[in-house]
């Protein structure tokens, strides 16, 4: 560095932070900043007569008591700025010049020995470099210094104060004075003390100081560290409130658009009454005036007769004239009509709601607790507020809004408690299976695990009996239905053509003789029993609730049919093998009301149900379940191949229970298996209550208490599940 520029970034360090010059008289306070003793002073007498009795560092504003003398000269002086000033003094003219340390005359000094470590006036250096002894000591003149010269100068030893003893370097440390001595100061002044070397001491006290730095600077790194964290938060809060103010400018002026919408409706509404009433009085005056027009026209016919005075005329027109007078004057006068006063009333209801919340809880920190559940069990949801720390808290103000949303997208019924220490339990009771969709708020704002899912499952069913077996003729049962009313089952058997009536704890009732083979049964919300009939006309046969034959339905509609179920209107449900169809008819089977068939046509449809606005039908084939909506529209597949859960191998009965449970008969892998209206697998019965080796579910029913009946053709029994 060149020793100009060394120079002035040591004056700079020098330099005094209350009067920004060269420090004078260094005076160190406890904080370790250090000033001009004049200028501590100055700052001292101005606290003073603001009746102050303490001041503040100008540089860190630690606060400090003033001395009862009004002084500050018995605070430590700075060892380092004093060196710094001793080695300005080499080079600023304007600072007290260093003065010659070998002679006795105070001359200014203009060189300096560092082997000597002293300065010499120009007289002394003269004798200095003559003498053999000092001849060959490193000198330095003051006006040809250099930086390293400089750097040298700074760090010279420190010299006695003591009488006759200037000569004499510091090298010694009186551990028990803890003042720094030379030689002969150890031998006089510190006889008997602990004295080390200057080097030793310093060692020892520079790992103190290196430890205690250590921790300060562990300590700085902490404040940083809450810095740099105060610092987000207040960006944050920034950003809250700008947000927040920006959602609110935001809300006010979609209101002033709505409002604004509605002033248009209401002037329209005006232009009409306008229009209308405008329309109504013109009208009246239109006829008050063809009126009174044809009143004026007879006047004048009649009076230019009189005033002709012609007898022959009067007697000619006098019939007609008095006809048309008494015409007019009988003819009914028009209502005036009377307009309906119009008002504008105007209640003032804009109580608006919104409000300006203050809260330490922060969205983003707080949490949401929930667990899968079973279908109509109270069951509990937990939303966990926190601050920004992370740490649960509790905000009165706080806003907690959860929104259950059903698999259907319907909002579920909930109870919201609070425990008044930052958990807000939500209670709820599942009326369906399948996932339902928890939409978390907390002063507004969304949770970052919202929205968040939880499994609804439906009750385990459990085997309850079983009824049927094989009789001396062997038959296949064809289908199976429940009476919503009585609880009676029926059963038809295809090969005997025959239908057979249980009770609903599996006893048997009575049965009927058929034409036909039954290829499906189904009761209708009143309790008649729908068959379907396969032959030379495939036809609907209606019996009573007794089995009594009512009526056949010839159908037009259907040719070769497989399955019947009704749907809550009253609409019947055919599947047709014929043509792949689904078939919707009228109540009666009368009328074809709608028609659809899948993508693939190759793919025939073996049972159907309606529920909900859709169509669930079982594809045994393409081992799937086929979903479409109301209008037979195509949606999406459930399933396919396999035997892993929610895979099929041939899907034949189809059942929907309370609990919004899709019940399939898996025949080939002899199972059931039940699925959310979405298509989500729940569970499976299988092998438990079933003859692995033979049993092959093939229909299913459900009564009003949703127990499960369901039917194996080739065993010729009905399983009862609770």
């Known amino acids: 560095?060149?020793?100009?520029?060394?120079?002035?970034?040591?004056?700079?360090?020098?330099?005094?932070?209350?009067?920004?010059?060269?420090?004078?008289?260094?005076?160190?306070?406890?904080c370790l900043h250090s000033f001009c003793l004049e200028c501590l002073d100055k700052l001292a007498n101005f606290a003073r007569r603001q009746l102050q009795t303490t001041i503040n560092c100008p540089v860190c504003q630690t606060s400090f008591s003033i001395p009862d003398t009004d002084t500050f000269a018995n605070l430590p002086s700075s060892f380092h700025l004093n060196r710094l000033v001793d080695v300005l003094a080499l080079h600023d003219s304007t600072v007290q010049v260093q003065k010659c340390n070998s002679c006795d005359e105070n001359n200014p000094a203009t060189s300096y020995c560092f082997v000597?470590?002293?300065?010499?006036?120009?007289?002394?250096?003269?004798?200095?470099?003559?003498?053999?002894?000092?001849?060959?000591?490193?000198?330095?003149?003051?006006?040809?210094?250099?930086?390293?010269?400089?750097?040298?100068?700074?760090?010279?030893?420190?010299?006695?104060?003591?009488?006759?003893?200037?000569d004499q370097a510091l090298e010694f440390y009186c551990v028990d004075c803890k003042v720094l001595i030379c030689l002969k100061c150890s031998i006089v002044n510190h006889n008997g003390h602990l004295v080390t070397d200057t080097q030793n001491a310093a060692q020892e006290q520079t790992m103190q100081m290196v430890d205690i730095l250590a921790k300060v600077k562990?300590?700085?790194?902490?404040?940083?560290?809450?810095?740099?964290?105060?610092?987000?938060?207040?960006?944050?809060?920034?950003?809250?409130?700008?947000?927040?103010e920006k959602k609110m400018t935001d809300t006010v002026e979609e209101l002033i658009r709505d409002l604004r919408e509605h002033e248009k409706k209401m002037k329209q509404k005006f232009r009409d009454i306008y229009e209308g009433e405008q329309k109504q009085h013109e009208t009246r005056v239109e006829n008050l005036e063809l009126i009174t027009t044809q009143l004026k026209s007879c006047v004048e016919r009649g009076q230019g007769i009189i005033e002709r005075n012609m007898s022959a005329e009067i007697l000619q027109a006098n019939p007609a004239i008095i006809e048309r007078c008494n015409e007019l004057l009988n003819a009914k006068i028009p209502d005036v009509y009377k307009s309906p006063n119009v008002y504008y009333l105007f209640e003032k209801k804009l109580d608006l709601l919104d409000q300006?919340?203050?809260?330490?809880?922060?969205?983003?920190?707080?949490?949401?607790?929930?667990?899968?559940?079973?279908?109509?069990?109270q069951s509990s949801f937990a939303v966990v507020t926190r601050d920004s720390e992370g740490f649960q808290c509790y905000q009165e103000d706080d806003q907690i809004k959860v929104d259950i949303l059903t698999p259907e997208g319907c909002?579920?019924?909930?109870?919201?408690?609070?425990?008044?220490?930052?958990?807000?339990?939500m209670t709820y009771i599942p009326q369906c299976v399948g996932q339902h969709s928890f939409e978390i708020q907390v002063n507004g704002q969304p949770l970052s695990c919202s929205p968040c899912v939880v499994q609804v499952y439906g009750h385990q069913r459990q085997f309850a009996f079983k009824f049927g077996s094989k009789g001396k003729r062997a038959d296949e049962?064809?289908?199976?239905?429940?009476?919503?009313?009585?609880?009676?089952?029926?059963?038809?058997?295809?090969?005997?053509?025959?239908?057979?009536?249980?009770?609903?704890?599996?006893?048997?009732?009575?049965?009927?003789?058929?034409?036909?083979r039954p290829i499906s049964v189904a009761f209708t919300e009143d309790g008649g029993l729908l068959t379907l009939v396969s032959g030379r006309n495939n036809k609907l046969s209606l019996f009573s609730e007794e089995g009594q034959f009512i009526e056949n339905v010839i159908d037009k509609h259907l040719n070769r049919p497989q399955y019947l179920s009704i749907a809550s209107d009253g609409r019947l449900i055919v599947t047709d093998w014929a043509n792949n169809e689904v078939k919707v008819l009228s109540p009666d089977g009368n009328d074809l009301l709608l028609s659809f068939l899948a993508s693939n046509s190759d793919?025939?449809?073996?049972?159907?149900?309606?529920?909900?606005?859709?169509?669930?039908?079982?594809?045994?084939?393409?081992?799937?379940?086929?979903?479409?909506?109301?209008?037979?529209?195509?949606?999406?597949?459930?399933?396919?191949?396999?035997?892993?859960?929610?895979?099929?191998?041939?899907?034949?009965?189809?059942?929907?229970?309370?609990?919004?449970?899709l019940i399939v008969c898996d025949l080939n892998n002899q199972r059931l298996q039940f699925f959310s209206l979405s298509g989500t697998f729940l569970s499976k019965l299988q092998g438990e209550y079933f003859d692995n080796s033979t049993f092959k579910p093939?229909?299913?029913?459900?009564?009003?208490?949703?127990?499960?009946?369901?039917?194996?053709?080739?065993?010729?029994?009905?399983?009862?599940f609770h």
């Open 1 to 30: 560095m060149d020793v100009q520029q060394l120079f002035k970034s040591l004056k700079k360090e020098a330099e005094c932070p209350l009067c920004l010059e060269t420090v004078k008289n260094p005076k160190t306070l406890p």
């Open 218 to 244: 562990a300590e700085i790194l902490l404040y940083e560290n809450e810095i740099t964290i105060q610092t987000k938060l207040k960006n944050k809060n920034i950003a809250e409130i700008m947000h927040a």
């Open 411 to 425: 909002n579920l019924k909930t109870e919201l408690k609070h425990r008044k220490d930052g958990k807000f339990v």
């Open 603 to 661: 793919e025939y449809p073996d049972c159907a149900v309606y529920h909900k606005d859709k169509f669930y039908i079982s594809y045994p084939e393409a081992h799937c379940i086929k979903v479409f909506d109301k209008t037979g529209l195509y949606l999406h597949d459930m399933g396919c191949k396999g035997s892993s859960d929610g895979q099929f191998d041939c899907p034949r009965g189809l059942v929907i229970d309370r609990y919004n449970q």
């Open 698 to 720: 093939r229909f299913a029913a459900i009564n009003n208490d949703d127990n499960l009946f369901v039917a194996d053709p080739h065993i010729h029994c009905i399983f009862v």
């Open 116 to 166: 000597c470590q002293s300065f010499m006036c120009a007289s002394c250096f003269q004798s200095h470099q003559r003498l053999k002894a000092t001849r060959g000591h490193r000198n330095v003149l003051i006006d040809k210094v250099q930086a390293q010269d400089v750097q040298e100068l700074i760090s010279r030893p420190v010299m006695c104060s003591q009488q006759y003893q200037e």
């Open 356 to 377: 300006i919340l203050i809260t330490k809880t922060d969205p983003s920190m707080c949490s949401a607790e929930g667990h899968d559940t079973e279908v109509e069990k």
């Open 477 to 516: 049962i064809s289908g199976v239905a429940v009476n919503d009313k009585t609880g009676t089952i029926a059963v038809a058997g295809f090969l005997n053509k025959i239908i057979q009536f249980f009770s609903s704890d599996g006893k048997f009732q009575r049965e009927v003789k058929l034409d036909d």
